[in-house]
Structure formats: C-alpha cells, structure tokens
C-alpha cells in the first residue's frame, strides 16, 4: 500500500516552515523511520548507516513515503548539506529493498514459483519501479551520478525479480540504464559485462542456435520491435567500449516475412507443449516457502 503522508506536511515544506515541520514529525505516532530520520537531518545531527533502522518488511513504504517527501524538499529552502545527507538515506534505503526484494525473488524461484505468486506474505508494490525512475529522474537534475548508478542497479535487481509481471524490453531497458550508469561513474568493465549479459539475453535466438553451416541463409527474428532496440543499444554500447565488432547477420523481422509467421507459431505451439508436460509445483514446497519466507522477514 503506498502511504500517503499528511498533506500538512508537504506543505509546510513548500513554504519552508521547518520548525513547524520538525514538530510534526517529532509528534508523528508512525512507526516509519523516515520521519525520525528527516527531523534528525532538519536539526543537523550527525547520522550514520546503523542508526538509520530501516526493517526489511517496511522498505518499500518507508521508500515510497520517504521519496514523496524528498520531491517537497527538493524545491524548497532546505540547505545542500541537508538534502545531500537525505539523498544518502533514500539511497541506502534503495538499495537494501533492491537486495532484500531479490533474495526473496530468488527463494522463491528455488522452490519453483516466482515471487509475485507469494503476494499474501510478501508483495511488490507495482509503484516501485516507477518511483525509482522518479527518484533517478531527480537525482540527475542534482547530477548525483554515483546514487544514480546505485539507484539503477536496485531498479534493476527488482525489474529481474518481478520479470514475469513485465514485459522483456522493460527489463531490457532497466538493465542498460544500469549499465550506462555505471559507464558514467568509470565501472566501464562491470558495464561491458552487463551489456554482454543483455546482448546474450536480446539477441536473436535462431542466430545464437544456428551452426553457422548455411551464412547465406536469412535467419528468423522473433523479437519485438522494441527488444531489437534494446539489443542494438547494448551493441552500440559494448563495442564503443570495447572495440569489438560483432558479426553483421542478415535477419528477417517476423512481421515481414509470412512463411516465418508460420513456422514461428508452430515452433511456439510445441514450446507450450513440452513447457506443459514438463513444469509442475509441489504444494507441500509452496507452503513450506511460505513459512520460510515469513521467518524470514521476522528476523529482519
């Protein structure tokens, strides 16, 4: 549930009544740490990693609440020191979520579900990616390059996580804005590498299993149009970094070719097929998960 702080809130920030602010948030009863945080900044106490006390089953509220106060912030009054000191929790906070949504992605997928199919103990709010390309969209009017590169990777991590609610060019186009972002700080090799990874994941299939026997022969792309743009983009990128061409194949867009339409619906149907015959879930597994899952953000 996305939490909607007081309205009164807000706008003191916008008319840079801090003191008022600060007892408000010295009065709030909410179990949020954001605003402890906040009244902490606002009285320019020093504050470090471990007393921020973020609770893992709380980042994505303490994360939504905390960056609808930081757009009030960033038009006001507020001083550099402080909004760069908030900067830094929102990040930090980020980055944890990214970290802690993608373990239990990845719990969840050991036991052959995805995380979305455990909304009753966990749940993603659909929001999140969208206020995270916000918040990098603010970050780089402050041109805050190295929280935008931590911001991305967390967007990332979570658009990974959730990849069957989304479709592959979302998660394409999150991966090379983590790429690129890490480009910018100088992580160019780490940046290679993720344009490798999204260039093995967007490139088209029956090129990558072809034998190259036949070169003469135009191969079938199945792709969209817009993963073809997310692969070309990675391309560009990767041998603009490092200087190695890829070998120029002659493909065939799906949509121009009829006799390709055909044999791609076949090769699909009988996909279905052996997908069908071959994945099945253990209830016992799913339930044990289930406990496991709830220990977890226990502990946390």
Do not use: W
Not at 24 to 49: A, G, T
Not at 148 to 176: C, F, P, T, Y
Not at 271 to 281: H, L, P
């Amino acid at each position: 549930m996305i939490l909607k702080n007081p309205i009164v809130m807000k706008q003191l920030i916008k008319e840079n009544r801090f003191e008022e602010l600060k007892q408000k948030l010295n009065n709030s009863n909410s179990e949020l740490k954001i605003y402890h945080l906040i009244l902490r900044i606002l009285n320019n106490e020093k504050i470090e990693e471990e007393d921020y006390g973020f609770e893992a089953n709380q980042y994505q509220e303490e994360f939504l609440e905390g960056l609808d106060l930081y757009k009030a912030f960033s038009n006001s009054t507020i001083s550099h020191e402080q909004i760069k000191v908030y900067t830094s929790v929102l990040v930090h906070l980020v980055f944890k979520m990214g970290g802690f949504i993608r373990l239990m992605a990845d719990t969840a997928m050991n036991k052959g579900v995805y995380l979305s199919d455990l909304g009753d103990v966990y749940r993603v709010n659909p929001e999140i990616r969208n206020e995270l390309q916000l918040f990098i969209e603010l970050l780089k009017d402050k041109n805050e390059i190295k929280a935008i590169a931590n911001v991305a990777a967390a967007k990332a991590q979570i658009s990974n996580s959730i990849g069957n609610l989304l479709e592959r060019h979302e998660i394409g186009e999150d991966m090379l804005q983590f790429a690129q972002s890490y480009e910018v700080v100088g992580q160019t090799e780490m940046a290679s590498k993720i344009y490798s990874g999204i260039m093995n994941d967007f490139g088209c299939e029956s090129v990558k299993l072809s034998s190259g026997s036949f070169p003469e022969i135009s191969y079938v792309d199945t792709r969209s149009q817009e993963e073809i743009v997310v692969f070309e983009k990675a391309k560009t990128r990767f041998e603009n970094l490092t200087a190695e061409l890829d070998q120029n194949i002659n493909r065939v867009h799906i949509d121009k070719d009829e006799n390709a339409n055909k044999l791609v619906e076949e090769s699909h149907s009988k996909e279905k097929v052996i997908k069908g015959s071959n994945y099945t879930t253990d209830q016992s597994e799913s339930t044990g998960l289930f406990s496991r899952i709830i220990k977890f953000l226990k502990k946390n």
